[in-house]
């Protein structure tokens, strides 16, 4: 079998219908299956696809495993040679996951995952891929600079994969996990994603360890997909956002598999520094917004020096 579509589900029946729905219409041209992972939905969602989708695989779990566990059990019974993980709240067109498919079929050893553009409802552009976390990244993201400067000066000096600085395929830091191309032998034994980090941080942390064992990521403008935007992630994200310090581990997980918690801490005094300067020079409505920016910029640090506390302490 050429590609198996891994789609998790929490709690987003008709959403999900509309999906499955799309992948149906679009008529792929390859020999694919469908594996639904549902983190107990409570909304009938698994007795749906059963009853609409016959020729769907359901993983039901009995709680939430989240994003990355999930994807991770998917995989694990996929019979594809490719792994399309798609979020429940996407919606395919006809030729752009065949497009994907023909690119990494095609591609040399070293390209093992590639991602379309991700479109909003309204086909705007949504993301065309990502660089990997830096200084430079961090600064360009604070500033702008990959809109500001003429593109042929920011490709030399930000990072590979930074938005909007490329028109046709193009290497990228990481693809956003709504919809990702990966080959299937690639992705088991690299482990994975990281279910440490349980929502959120999965793609970029994925991208770093592909990247670090000499693997590339690639954006294919020419496919598209559209994206609803959250809808999927709407319940986790307030289970996240009411528990402060969980996020934060989460965060400091995601850090120290990359870049690690020192480099991590200088790129946040780094945000710190330029959102101070942007708290100074912006008009007086905005400076409440800056103000938040920098408490939370200021937890992060102080979460990341504890951790570096924590390890010194165990030598």
């Given at each position: 079998?050429?590609?198996?579509?891994?789609?998790?589900?929490?709690?987003t029946r008709d959403i999900l219908r509309d999906c499955l729905r799309s992948i149906r219409n679009a008529v792929i041209q390859c020999s694919y299956e469908i594996i639904v992972v549902d983190n107990n939905s409570v909304d009938g969602s698994v007795d749906m696809i059963r009853e609409e989708f016959p020729e769907v695989i359901v993983v039901a779990n009995e709680h939430n495993n989240f994003f990355a566990k999930a994807n991770n059990q998917g995989s694990a019974i996929a019979q594809g040679e490719h792994l399309l993980l798609l979020n429940s709240d996407t919606l395919v067109e006809p030729g752009n996951i065949e497009k994907l498919v023909d690119f990494l079929d095609h591609a040399g050893e070293k390209i093992v995952c590639a991602g379309p553009r991700v479109l909003n409802p309204d086909r705007t552009l949504q993301s065309a891929g990502y660089a990997l976390p830096s200084v430079s990244e961090r600064l360009s993201m604070v500033w702008h600079l990959n809109r500001i400067l003429p593109k042929q000066l920011a490709r030399k000096l930000l990072p590979t994969g930074m938005p909007g600085l490329y028109d046709g395929n193009h290497r990228s830091g990481w693809v956003s996990g709504c919809c990702m191309l990966v080959r299937k032998d690639v992705y088991l034994s690299v482990g994975g994603l990281n279910e440490d980090l349980e929502f959120y941080g999965e793609e970029p942390e994925f991208g770093y360890r592909l990247n670090k064992l000499g693997y590339e990521t690639w954006v294919i403008p020419g496919a598209e997909i559209t994206?609803?935007?959250?809808?999927?992630?709407?319940?986790?994200?307030?289970f996240f956002l009411k528990n402060e310090d969980r996020a934060l581990k989460r965060y400091a997980v995601l850090q120290n598999n990359t870049v690690g918690y020192k480099k991590a801490v200088f790129m946040s005094r780094v945000v710190?520094?330029?959102?101070?300067?942007?708290?100074?020079?912006?008009?007086?409505?905005?400076?409440?917004?800056?103000?938040k920016s920098i408490a939370?910029?200021?937890k992060v640090i102080k979460h990341l020096k504890q951790q570096i506390s924590s390890e010194r302490s165990k030598i």
């Amino acid at each position: 079998m050429k590609l198996s579509i891994i789609i998790i589900s929490f709690n987003t029946r008709d959403i999900l219908r509309d999906c499955l729905r799309s992948i149906r219409n679009a008529v792929i041209q390859c020999s694919y299956e469908i594996i639904v992972v549902d983190n107990n939905s409570v909304d009938g969602s698994v007795d749906m696809i059963r009853e609409e989708f016959p020729e769907v695989i359901v993983v039901a779990n009995e709680h939430n495993n989240f994003f990355a566990k999930a994807n991770n059990q998917g995989s694990a019974i996929a019979q594809g040679e490719h792994l399309l993980l798609l979020n429940s709240d996407t919606l395919v067109e006809p030729g752009n996951i065949e497009k994907l498919v023909d690119f990494l079929d095609h591609a040399g050893e070293k390209i093992v995952c590639a991602g379309p553009r991700v479109l909003n409802p309204d086909r705007t552009l949504q993301s065309a891929g990502y660089a990997l976390p830096s200084v430079s990244e961090r600064l360009s993201m604070v500033w702008h600079l990959n809109r500001i400067l003429p593109k042929q000066l920011a490709r030399k000096l930000l990072p590979t994969g930074m938005p909007g600085l490329y028109d046709g395929n193009h290497r990228s830091g990481w693809v956003s996990g709504c919809c990702m191309l990966v080959r299937k032998d690639v992705y088991l034994s690299v482990g994975g994603l990281n279910e440490d980090l349980e929502f959120y941080g999965e793609e970029p942390e994925f991208g770093y360890r592909l990247n670090k064992l000499g693997y590339e990521t690639w954006v294919i403008p020419g496919a598209e997909i559209t994206h609803l935007g959250g809808q999927s992630t709407k319940t986790s994200q307030a289970f996240f956002l009411k528990n402060e310090d969980r996020a934060l581990k989460r965060y400091a997980v995601l850090q120290n598999n990359t870049v690690g918690y020192k480099k991590a801490v200088f790129m946040s005094r780094v945000v710190l520094l330029s959102t101070y300067l942007k708290y100074l020079l912006c008009r007086e409505e905005k400076r409440e917004l800056f103000s938040k920016s920098i408490a939370k910029e200021k937890k992060v640090i102080k979460h990341l020096k504890q951790q570096i506390s924590s390890e010194r302490s165990k030598i």
